[in-house]
């Protein structure tokens, strides 16, 4: 995924409301951005950290910036982490379509955001004539605790947990179901649940693996221009 304009770099003054970032360009000028990430962001919201800012072309958005990358060092040396929460999709979508994800490959039929069990959208329904439906649920990853750990949840998830438990009611029905976890941190070497700020999601995720569910795990590697799917990384908890 490549951005379609520079980014713009800034100074992190403050993350607030969850969805607003004040910033200080490098003119000066202290601008309000929005946060595509309702997660707790631990680590990566010091003020004073330098970020990186998408501009939208869209004259009617109230906030035309938005945060999409901040330098940290999360104990690998300072690296590029993407934050912005709407990007895994877009991410998924073009690694199925280019095969570069073998568990979700040989698939004729993507359709995304698809109703499904209670009152719920499946991120991916994946189709074909000799295999059961396939339903992806994508989780953006941006939590390191440890260096080469990568965690999800960063905050507690009900509805994290409720898509849990409808992949596993998918599974139980005889349909195929995956769970997966894209990291937008480079240095991850694995992934694993963070149980100590979640416990119900860390249980919603042992009943969904044992009707049947799959997870598997991608980091991405990523610079100024592109966040790109890098592959895959061993689950360890």
């Not at 035309?64 to 300072?78: F, Q, R, T």
């Not at 929460?85 to 698939?107: Q, S």
Request: charged share 20%; glycine share 8%.
């Amino acid at each position: 995924m490549y951005f379609t304009e520079p980014l713009i770099p800034a100074t992190l003054i403050k993350r607030y409301k969850r969805f607003l970032a004040d910033v200080s360009l490098a003119s000066g000028e202290a601008i309000t951005a929005h946060v595509a990430n309702p997660g707790a962001m631990i680590g990566l919201a010091a003020p004073g950290s330098r970020v990186w800012l998408s501009k939208s072309a869209n004259p009617s958005r109230k906030l035309p910036y938005s945060w999409e990358l901040v330098e940290v060092d999360l104990g690998a040396g300072a690296e590029l982490i993407g934050v912005n929460t709407a990007h895994p999709n877009l991410l998924v979508a073009e690694a199925i379509a280019a095969a570069a994800i073998p568990e979700l490959a040989g698939y004729p039929s993507t359709r995304r955001e698809v109703k499904y069990g209670r009152n719920s959208r499946v991120d991916f329904l994946l189709e074909g004539p000799d295999r059961p439906a396939c339903y992806v649920e994508v989780k953006n990853v941006h939590l390191m605790r440890r260096a080469g750990l990568a965690e999800f949840p960063d905050s507690v998830t009900a509805r994290g947990a409720k898509h849990l438990d409808e992949l596993a009611a998918m599974a139980a029905a005889g349909g195929r179901a995956v769970m997966l976890f894209l990291i937008q941190i480079g240095s991850a070497a694995e992934f694993a649940l963070a149980r100590d700020i979640d416990p119900v999601y860390g249980a919603a995720f042992d009943r969904a693996r044992a009707a049947g569910v799959e997870a598997v795990a991608y980091r991405c590697v990523i610079d100024h221009a592109a966040i790109v799917l890098a592959g895959p990384v061993p689950i360890v908890g």
